[in-house]
């Protein structure tokens, strides 16, 4: 007698990322910078020291970005320490 316990479960990590993902929606992250606009993806010389932006579109847009649909930061737009460079907007309350 076999055992067919959990035999329908997938058997690979991509087959569980297929299919339903509970409502919420999943989007592929787009590697360029959002200053720069050069490539951060794999073999640009750039994935390294890349930087995630977790600011939303509406943010990026708001701090004046060029490349609001970039997910990263290069490596030399990060050590830029200057925020007047970028044009951000000021939205603090002294």
Do not use: Q, W
Not at 20 to 40: L, M, Q, Y
């Amino acid at each position: 007698m076999s055992n067919t316990k959990g035999a329908n479960l997938p058997r690979t990590t991509d087959e569980t990322c297929k299919g339903n993902h509970h409502g919420v929606s999943v989007r592929k992250p787009v590697e360029i910078c959002n200053h720069c606009g050069r490539s951060v993806s794999l073999g640009s010389g750039l994935f390294v020291n890349r930087v995630p932006d977790l600011n939303d579109i509406e943010t990026r847009i708001a701090n004046n970005l060029k490349y609001v649909e970039g997910d990263f930061v290069c490596r030399e737009c990060d050590e830029k320490t200057s925020d007047d460079e970028y044009g951000y907007s000021e939205d603090i309350d002294a």
